[in-house]
């Protein structure tokens, strides 16, 4: 069974920096993508940032660009998002999913949600002015 758990979110002032941690557990694939998305109150969940394991190459929102950072442990099969210079838009409950495939997966360039397989429960962030 693979498992995706988020931790990491709270109540942070504007301009201030979390860190988001993704584990995951049970995936079968080499190649997997893990993405982070998000989704605000009366908004569409949208995609934030993802890696690869294939590359290592990474996506970031334009929303996001400069001041978010994705980084993966593979031993530990983690994936951290580092966010900084938090704005009151990117307040939201924050999901990690995972998709994964048979054939690598390099040069990731966008993310869509019917990709991803497997979701965790979200964790939540919020950003006081």
């Known amino acids: 069974e693979v498992q995706v758990a988020e931790s990491g979110g709270g109540l942070v002032q504007a301009g201030g920096s979390l860190r988001l941690t993704c584990a995951t557990s049970?995936?079968?694939?080499?190649?997997?993508?893990i993405g982070w998305f998000r989704q605000a109150p009366g908004k569409e969940r949208e995609g934030v940032s993802c890696i690869s394991s294939s590359d290592g190459s990474t996506y970031y929102a334009d929303s996001v660009k400069g001041r978010f950072a994705i980084s993966s442990d593979q031993a530990k099969r983690t994936v951290t998002l580092e966010m900084n210079n938090l704005k009151a838009e990117d307040a939201a409950v924050y999901y990690c999913a995972a998709r994964e495939l048979l054939e690598p997966i390099t040069n990731v360039g966008g993310m869509a949600l019917w990709e991803y397989d497997y979701w965790g429960q979200g964790t939540q962030v919020t950003v006081s002015s």
């Open positions: 049970g995936l079968i694939f080499a190649n997997r993508v």
